[in-house]
């Protein structure tokens, strides 16, 4: 939980200072993936909920749509495990982090659509989700062997 | 009974889940608030860091456009770079002090010079926390500007730090209107962070790189703070109006220091 928690501080204030705002580099969606992938449910479950917590913290307005979508991640992730479709290659680990964070920003413009009664879907919000992807691409190609061996231990270790 | 046990574990689980969302999110539990400042120093060091960390690319890219002056510059070496980089972080806090003291001189408002803590953790939504709150004076609904430029306003105050909604938010809302006063609209921001100007009248005087100010017609933001330049015009969905895609004066990715008028 103290991984999920320390994760959810460094995108919210070390990161976030780094990229000024615009674009969130979504850490806590990495390793909820890789938590949902590759441990219990139940462990996957608390670490939603704890790193939804803190995102929420950090966050100004609709409360409680990122701790929803975390549980809801870690529930697609079960069913994609119990279809057979384990995160153990890298490859498909990256795919399911950059639909993951993909989702997770339409999801948060969804909820902000039901608030604000309109909103539109301009060009700039296009490139935030391009430059969002990259650097999830990018981290999560990046620290899939870390994160194997930090979240499975000795399953995968 | 281990069957029983375990359902029950899952109900008050999701009772409790519940309990945390729905609080939140109407404000009957405070959790954003208590939780928030009993986390802000954690947040105050990573934040440091991430802005110093920030500047020093800063730095490096502006090293690299200076690479020829420095070829030229027989003289200077190593050691005197390094107390340059040093130096450029204290300067640059500086100047941006300076340049605060534009529009709080000018109009003779009194202004309460905060930083910024952190930023929304997403591109959708435009917020920052400041360092300061209602002990400091500091009141919901109060300007927030840098220099001559608007950068948001007061949403929420609590003892020791508030909420900024920034000019980019898609809820912000402001009059505007041109410097020479021929136009008149209402700024908005975008998810992404773009801003754009509306309800632009097709006969109204408006170019490109006309300077946008606020108009001070809706008796919530004084006139004659900047908000941008014009980038480009275009007609409405609708075909009655204008809009314009404005490029913003404040740097809101940079924005660390600002003022709070009074």
């Known amino acids: 939980m103290l991984f999920v928690s320390m994760a959810a501080w460094l995108q919210v204030y ?11 580099i979504n850490l806590v969606v990495i390793i909820v993936v890789a938590i949902a992938g590759m441990r219990s449910l139940k462990l996957a479950i608390a670490a939603a909920i704890m790193g939804g917590f803190w995102l929420e913290v950090a966050s100004v307005t609709d409360f409680g749509a990122r701790i929803i979508f975390l549980i809801l991640l870690v529930l697609g992730i079960q069913v994609f495990k119990r279809l057979g479709l384990l995160l153990e290659h890298r490859g498909l680990f990256v795919i399911v982090c950059l639909i993951s964070a993909l989702l997770y920003s339409i999801w948060l413009l969804i909820w902000a659509w039901f608030g604000l009664g309109e909103i539109s879907w301009p060009p700039e919000f296009s490139g935030v989700l391009v430059a969002e ?15 194997r061996r930090l979240v499975a231990g000795r399953q995968y270790g | 009974m281990r069957r029983l046990s375990r359902r029950r574990k899952l109900l008050i689980s999701i009772v409790m889940l519940l309990v945390l969302v729905v609080g939140g999110a109407t404000g009957w539990l405070p959790i954003h608030k208590v939780a928030f400042q009993a986390f802000s120093p954690i947040g105050n060091i990573l934040n440091k860091s991430g802005v110093r960390l920030s500047r020093a690319f800063d730095e490096l890219g502006q090293l690299g456009s200076l ?22 972080e204290l ?7 300076r340049n605060q003291l534009g529009y709080a001189a000018r109009s003779k408002v009194q202004t309460i010079s905060v930083e910024v803590v952190n930023f929304q953790p997403d591109g959708v939504r435009q917020f920052v926390h400041i360092n300061k709150g209602e002990s400091d004076g500091i009141r919901k609904g109060a300007v927030v500007i840098d220099g001559d430029a608007l950068v948001g306003r007061v ?24 410097q020479n006063g021929t136009t008149t609209g209402i700024v908005k921001g975008q998810p992404g962070g773009a801003v754009i100007m509306e309800r632009i009248q097709k006969n109204q005087n408006l170019h490109t790189n006309d300077t946008i100010v606020t108009s001070g017609l809706d008796g919530e933001f004084p006139k004659g703070l900047v908000l941008g330049k014009v980038e480009s015009i ?12 404005i490029a913003i004066s404040a740097d809101l990715r940079r924005v660390r220091l600002v003022q709070v008028v009074r």
């Not at chain 1, 981290?139 to 899939?144: A, D, P, V």
């Not at chain 2, 690479?67 to 450029?88: A, K, P, T, V, Y």
């Open chain 2, 91 to 97: 300067e640059a806090e500086n100047s941006q002090l």
């Open chain 2, 234 to 245: 275009t007609e409405s969905n609708d075909g009655i109006f204008l809009v314009a895609n």
């Open chain 2, 67 to 88: 690479g020829r002056q420095i070829d030229e510059l027989e003289g200077e070496n190593l050691s005197l770079n390094s107390r340059l980089s040093q130096l450029s």
């Open chain 1, 133 to 147: 992807s990259t650097i999830v691409i990018a981290i999560s190609f990046i620290t899939f062997g870390q994160l």
């Open chain 1, 14 to 24: 070390f990161l976030g200072a780094i990229s000024g705002g615009y674009i969130a």
């Open chain 2, 155 to 178: 949403i929420d105050v609590s003892g020791g730090s508030a909420v900024v909604m920034l000019v980019n938010d898609p809820e912000f809302r402001v009059l505007v209107g041109n």
